[in-house]
């Protein structure tokens, strides 16, 4: 189900700008009983990116308006939010006049077993790297074909991740999540001034921590000082945070920092629901 | 006017993962007398950028058939071919079932005066960088957003293209065309190992002078490099050679070598028309 442009269509534009260059911007957003999680900070992440890449904001009340007619038709599903510079101009030039396209989808639930949020997950090190790119780095924009390719490395079920180097050999994030480990009483994540998405659930968890007084670290690290790691956990806005038990020949315990947070995360996302209200 | 699937529409699905992530490639035609020039290489450059995309590529009958259908529809003109993923699977992963969508567009010609061919352009540097990312580098794929922010840099007119440096500060082309320079008897292009789009016509050029017993040297330069060079020049499959009269506040003459690569240029096109008859 899409809602485009505010109307209930399957199709666009062949000239959208979308289509013809991934000149746009998007969003995966949980709805647990009806509601968009974390549908500020969503909002928030779009309209920076949108900045950044000269794409004209739309209203932030229509956009919130359709976000929940959208999320009121499923209990539970993921709402996608894509903003693309909308039609016009054959060629790399922006169009004069911009009239950006919005479109909202409405997917079922994933459905992902709980053991994986409990147990753990194994992963994997993808052999497609990252490009260094500081222009777009940061930014969920529509240009995700190194994503793609990483993530058609495996097909092995038990695989829930793809874990992504840049072609400095540095880690940076999972195909789908961001990653995080502990070790040494500290709680560190990749730096993503080249490459990588700063994922809304990154952004929460890193809030988490400096609240409570134990910043989170960003820094560049490799293979090798990520599987000295205590904890490993990746996380995003459908999955949450799932401990990773195993990459490759290398296996973690799923231990109580990582349980700890999980805990908190869902915490904080029961008082920002209640401060949406 | 598009053929879309070998139907003339306007739309595409919003499922369709060149909408949803740049999942696909795409090739720019000129098209003089009713004729798609350099068809054949065009065909099979997004061939193989399909095959290191792993997409699968359509019939090349159906595409001749296509293209030669759309190119019918006007006397000269630009026909646009893109090729993606098709619909299906929310997520980067790959939908087990691939039905590649091929769409043809045809624009009406761009019309450059041609003072620009024979006297020259100015060309300024971009403050955008060109990331670096082997795994895309050389494919003209829809993942653009570089060449749309660099495009976005001047709105001056008289400023016909933007050269465009990688994070290194190597020169590797312009935002719609690539660039050669000649020096002491010598021509010289970037290497595309780690950033740009290697053009049908750059392909040509190398292929002219590599059969003439004089081999382009593809080379990494800078700034400083390309400003003591005797002759500058950029193309691409619309515009064919465009001579560079002025970088910035550096002038260059409009040289014989460039000249009779024009020449050689035309007479070659010449020729491979025949040869397709």
New interface residues.
């Given amino acids: 189900m ?1 809602l ?1 442009n505010g109307e209930f ?15 746009g911007l ?1 969003e995966t957003i949980a709805v647990i009983n009806q509601q968009p999680v974390f549908l500020d900070r969503h909002i928030n992440r779009i309209k920076a990116g949108c900045f950044r ?2 794409i004209p904001f739309p209203s932030i009340d229509l956009l919130i308006t359709e976000a929940h007619q959208l999320s009121k038709q499923s209990t539970n599903g ?1 709402l ?1 939010l ?1 903003l ?2 909308g039609s016009g101009g ?5 169009p004069d006049i911009i009239n950006t396209t919005r ?1 909202f ?1 409405l ?1 079922p639930p994933p459905n992902y077993p709980v053991s994986l949020r409990e147990q753990g997950i194994i992963a994997r090190f993808c052999d ?2 990252l ?6 780095a940061g930014i969920k ?12 490395e495996w097909t092995n079920p038990d695989i829930k991740e793809g874990i992504m180097l840049d ?1 400095n050999g540095h880690i940076i994030e999972g ?2 999540t961001n990653l995080f480990y502990y070790k040494n009483n500290t709680l560190y994540t990749s730096v993503l001034e080249s490459s990588g998405v700063a994922g809304v659930i990154r952004g929460v968890i890193i809030e988490i921590c400096s609240n409570a007084g134990f910043p989170v670290i960003e820094h560049t690290f490799t293979k090798k000082e990520l599987l000295s790691a205590e904890e490993i956990f990746v996380c995003n806005s459908i999955i949450g945070i799932w401990p990773v038990k195993q990459i490759e020949q290398t296996c973690f315990k799923v231990g109580s920092e990582t349980q700890k947070l999980q805990n908190k995360l869902a915490q904080f996302q029961i008082k920002a629901h209640k401060g949406d209200d």
Same sequence: chains 1, 2.
């Fill in positions: 899409n485009i269509r399957e199709y666009i534009e062949v000239a959208d700008r979308g289509f013809q260059y991934g000149d998007f890449l000269q993921i996608k894509i693309t510079r054959r060629g790399y030039r922006m479109v989808s997917f497609t790297r490009g260094l790119n500081p222009l777009l924009h529509l240009n995700r074909l190194e994503q793609i390719m990483a993530r058609s072609i195909t789908m």
